[in-house]
């Protein structure tokens, strides 16, 4: 496959390296700037311009993916977190491509980290149905199948006891409730049980950055499906964008 530029798009910070798509390593460093205050379609795109200048810009056929917070749909985004609500049903990809000057592969952040770890990370060489969910801010999805992406799952607004399930099992309810990791394990436990009955995947990979200290609350869980850590935690953004890009069309 060679190599393609992956970028992560987030609410407080833009980043970007090369990849080698093959391996998975980063064949660049990455770079990171903070993302535009107020989060404007024209502030972020030109954030992301400056940072592929500072990656020495873009070699001829060199592929580009680009994650982004938001559910996307044909290359527009249907939603915004943590960025401007000026997002929401803009032609984003169309934009991206126009001040790159080439065609993008432009993904819903969650998505792209769902595919990094199938590709190189927790999930490499797992069959079946692979479900990748990010404990943050709220909780992201990706639904992989076999080696295929299946987009905008965006299963952290299921409804558990009556509640967006996000609002109660993410990791800022965890911070907000000042719960317990075992009091936090509990609302963990309905959350994944109820991902359980409805999907019956072959395994969860659980990514963000709660997930460095998954000892603290994982071995609390009782699954059917095994669960275990993201590998690719800061990178699985880019590595995602990147691997995804380098598909063939």
Not at 123 to 137: E, I, P, R, S, Y
């Amino acid at each position: 496959m060679g190599h393609a530029l992956g970028v992560d798009i987030g609410g407080t910070g833009i980043k970007a390296a090369i990849v080698d798509t093959d391996t998975g390593e980063l064949v660049s460093e990455r770079i990171k700037l903070p993302t535009p205050s107020g989060g404007e379609p024209n502030d972020i795109v030109a954030t992301v311009v400056t940072l592929v200048e500072k990656l020495g810009g873009l070699g001829e056929g060199v592929p580009v993916g680009v994650c982004f917070p938001a559910i996307v749909r044909n290359g527009r985004t249907m939603s915004a977190a943590n960025v401007s609500k000026k997002w929401i049903g803009l032609e984003a990809e169309a934009l991206f491509e126009k001040a790159l000057g080439r065609d993008i592969h432009f993904v819903n952040d969650a998505d792209a980290a769902g595919y990094a770890e199938v590709r190189y990370g927790a999930a490499k060489d797992v069959t079946g149905l692979v479900l990748l969910t990010t404990l943050g801010t709220g909780i992201g999805s990706a639904l992989i199948y076999n080696g295929v992406l299946i987009p905008n799952s965006e299963l952290g607004h299921l409804i558990v006891d009556g509640r967006d399930a996000e609002k109660r099992a993410s990791y800022a309810a965890k911070e907000r409730s000042r719960l317990s990791w075992k009091s936090w394990a509990k609302r963990l436990q309905k959350y994944y049980g109820h991902l359980e009955m409805l999907f019956s995947p072959d395994l969860f990979v659980v990514g963000g950055g709660v997930s460095k200290s998954y000892q603290e609350f994982l071995p609390l869980l009782s699954l059917s499906t095994p669960i275990v850590p993201a590998v690719h935690r800061n990178n699985a953004g880019i590595l995602g964008a990147a691997a995804l890009a380098a598909l063939p069309r």
